[in-house]
């Protein structure tokens, strides 16, 4: 049996990590959730996730902040890190990936092809493959 990549969503809103979850889990991803930034790191402490979904607008620390601050966490080395926003400006997505994220979503998630857009972003020294 192949192991299923993990994918850990960062997002305070009970609406957007039930939608993310059922999507993920319906297309063989494994899925953990945390509500803050503080909250993902003490996940990590016990768990490495293969990729890290976040939202940028977390409160207490920022995902952007938090992003940043992942490259000074051994637990966090290599993990990447997609930013989600509904409030997508100009400049968010250059800004996103200065604070160390791999890869930018507006939301609404197109639930056809986040899955997809997700597994392209796990490096593959780490098992992409998903089973159902």
């Known amino acids: 049996m192949s192991k299923r ?25 494994e899925t953990a959730v945390a509500e803050s930034a503080e909250d993902a790191l003490v996940f990590m402490k016990s768990r490495r996730p293969d990729l890290i979904l976040m939202d940028v607008q977390l409160p207490g620390m920022d995902g952007l902040t938090f992003a ?5 966490i051994p637990e966090a080395a290599g ?37 997809d857009e997700l597994r392209a972003l796990i490096k593959p020294s780490q098992p992409a493959s998903v089973s159902a």
């Open 5 to 29: 990549s993990l994918i850990l969503v960062v997002e305070d809103n009970p609406t957007n990590q039930l939608l993310t979850t059922m999507v993920l889990n319906r297309d063989g991803f």
């Open 68 to 72: 940043s601050s992942l490259r000074s």
């Open 79 to 115: 993990v990447p890190v997609v930013a989600l926003t509904s409030h997508a400006m100009r400049g968010d997505r250059e800004r996103a990936i200065a604070a160390g994220c791999v890869g930018y979503l507006s939301k609404p998630i197109d639930t056809r092809t986040l899955s």
